[in-house]
């Protein structure tokens, strides 16, 4: 029988935490000590974890450093755990590593001592296939806490990240935050660069001495630098150029000239980018009367070089073009701006956006509203340009940032994340500022105010990983912020050992509606438990409610579905656990929807 890499890392007798680095230095230490040979930002904290560490891995493989990432817990497949800039790791490799992780845990067990847990043959397994495959550095995510956590194996890190720091785990981490600082502090060590969100000031007093103790640079965020904008719908932004030339010069060149000149293979079929007196553009056909080109044009080559911006200018455009600006140095820097309402011109329409798609289909031609930045370059192959694709909008320190990840609370992730970037380039990394702008662009984590692809006809449906009283409070507020007008349907299903009723108490006075569910978890709270807190929780802040109670997740979905009807709003939140689940009832209303005549 074919080794089963999966089910042997979750066999049930050794899923239990047990906090401590006893077993995990043993077992790592039979496996040729692989953390030796990698490079570390570790990242602890209560929430966004998972948010920063995305945006960091991102940022970092688009300067070109061949980056790791290890999260837990799994979203949606147990592969994403572990990944190599952007992908899973694979079958082969995930059963390769697991393979060696075992015979040297079954060794530990045969002499006598403890069986790794589940989470610290993860944590093996991990860094033994990062170590195989030579990242150049890794992004690690503590599981639980941070002094006693498998992951603190390591010696001292680039930079200890220690992000929002809230009440969670108490019965292991503490009832305070000063407390539960303490285990997130362990972290850090002498030799690292220590990075803090601006935490609460008794836990911020911990994490201050933590680093003073250790000699050890300390940054933080400072948020009255960050401006959060607006989310943009049917925007666009193009990160990644085609064969982009200036002269020679670097993006930070001093030279005074940047000069820009676009040429097309096909001339007939040229289209125009209007670069706007006021910095936005406008996208205008070179013939007016002419109907948009056939789908068989020729693919446009295109070549950009620099020249001194010049409002109203206009610049030709090709199907590979994928270029804006975002230079380095701030005396030449333009933006050209890009975003909604993208029409097909060339290709005759723009393609769905599809996440692994690696290239526009010859001919697609952009036009650019909303004023989204086109982050500059170099010579770097464009990977796709997205129709239709929700970005936030957000400053930080002065340059402008859009993002993927739509919760008003992102912005705040990203704003660390790009601390952190600085830290490694005080530290010698070569993290250019137009890789921090595509990084951010580029970053997908699901399940963080995801928004889910539905068809017409269907409501939206936001998908959200909060299951704490602050992450409930951020996800109330970006439902306030994205969709001011709506009154949400809340799928909820919440673990037991959670503060679930300040986590209600959040959301509550948003709701139209509640539809609960059991979460596939034994530590799950029952769904009619759920609905009476809900209940009380209702009357207690005088909110008007509908509460219904799911067998199971496609219930649920559809329950949910028929209450907020076409034009409402769902949001799934409560659990990690629950996510593969309410992703799939969702598909599978989908799909069904879409079978009807």
């Known amino acids: ?34 953390q030796d040979r990698l490079k570390f930002v570790h990242v602890a904290g209560t929430n966004g974890k998972g948010s920063t560490c995305a945006f960091t891995a991102s940022i970092l493989a688009e300067a070109g450093f061949k980056t790791g990432l290890f999260t837990s817990p799994y979203v949606e497949t147990f592969h994403e755990r572990i990944r190599v800039n952007g992908r899973n790791i694979s079958d082969e490799d995930l059963t390769a590593a697991t393979l060696r992780v075992r015979e040297c845990a079954e060794a530990m067990e045969a002499e006598g001592g403890e069986h790794p847990t589940e989470f610290e043959l993860m944590t093996a397994v991990a860094l033994v296939h990062f170590a195989h495959v030579g990242c150049d550095i890794v992004v690690l995510e503590v599981g639980l806490g941070g002094r006693l956590d498998s992951t603190n194996v390591i010696a001292a890190p680039e930079v200890a990240a220690i992000v929002s720091i809230a009440l969670d785990h108490t019965n292991l981490l503490g009832n ?21 969100w601006p935490q609460e000031p008794s836990a911020m007093e911990v994490v201050e001495d933590a680093a003073r103790r250790a000699g050890d640079k300390l940054v933080v965020p400072d948020f009255s630098l960050l401006s959060v904008g607006k989310v943009t719908r049917g925007a666009a932004l193009l990160t990644r150029g085609t064969a982009l030339e200036h002269e020679g010069h670097t993006p930070c060149s001093d030279s005074p ?24 553009s406008t996208c205008e056909a070179g013939d007016p009367a002419r109907e948009a ?31 804006g600006t975002a230079f380095e140095h701030a005396p030449h820097a333009q933006e050209l ?93 070569e993290i250019p500022d137009e890789a921090i702008v595509r990084g951010i662009a580029e970053t997908r984590w699901p399940a963080r105010f995801e928004v889910l692809d539905q068809p017409a006809g269907m409501p939206t449906v936001v998908i959200d990983g909060g299951h704490n009283p602050q992450g409930a409070g951020v996800l109330a507020d970006s439902l306030w912020d994205v969709f001011p007008d709506k009154r949400p349907v ?108």
């Open 1 to 34: 029988m074919p080794f089963d890499a999966i089910e042997y890392i979750n066999t049930p007798r050794w899923l239990t935490s047990r906090l401590g680095l006893e077993r995990i230095r043993e077992l790592l230490d039979r496996l040729g000590r692989p």
């Open 176 to 196: 305070t935050l000063a407390e539960i600082a303490h285990e997130k502090a362990g972290i850090v060590k002498k030799g690292s660069t220590v990075a803090s």
């Open 257 to 280: 000239r940047f000069a820009a000149e676009l040429r097309a293979e096909h001339a007939p079929h040229a289209q125009e980018l209007q670069a706007g007196a006021e910095g936005g």
């Open 293 to 323: 080109p056939c789908s068989n044009s020729p693919r446009f080559a295109a070549e950009l070089r620099a020249e001194p911006p010049a409002r109203g200018r206009q610049v030709g455009a090709a199907d590979d073009l994928g270029c």
């Open 337 to 429: 701006q890009a975003g909604a309402g993208f029409d097909a011109g060339f290709g005759g329409r723009m393609p769905r956006a599809v996440p692994h798609e690696p290239n526009v289909p010859s001919g697609t031609f952009v036009r650019a509203q909303d004023c989204l930045s086109m982050a500059y370059a170099h010579r770097t192959p464009m990977s796709q340009v997205e129709s239709g694709v929700p970005m936030r909008q957000f400053s930080y320190r002065g340059r402008e940032y859009a993002t993927r990840l739509l919760g008003s609370y992102q912005p705040s992730n990203a704003a660390m994340a790009i601390e952190i970037a600085g830290a490694l380039r005080e530290r010698g990394w």
């Open 490 to 597: 809340f799928l909820v299903g919440i673990l037991v050992d959670k503060d679930y009723r300040s986590m209600l108490r959040a959301v509550a006075p948003l709701a139209s509606a509640f539809v609960c569910v059991t979460p596939p978890n034994p530590r799950a709270l029952d769904a009619a438990d759920l609905a009476e807190a809900i209940r009380e929780t209702c009357g207690e802040l005088g909110a008007r409610a509908t509460i219904e109670v799911a067998g199971d997740f496609d219930d649920a979905a559809s329950a949910a579905r028929k209450i907020a009807g076409s034009e409402g709003l769902i949001c799934a939140f409560g659990s990690l656990y629950s996510i593969a689940d309410v992703k799939a009832a969702f598909l599978r209303a989908a799909d069904s929807n879409s079978l009807q005549p």
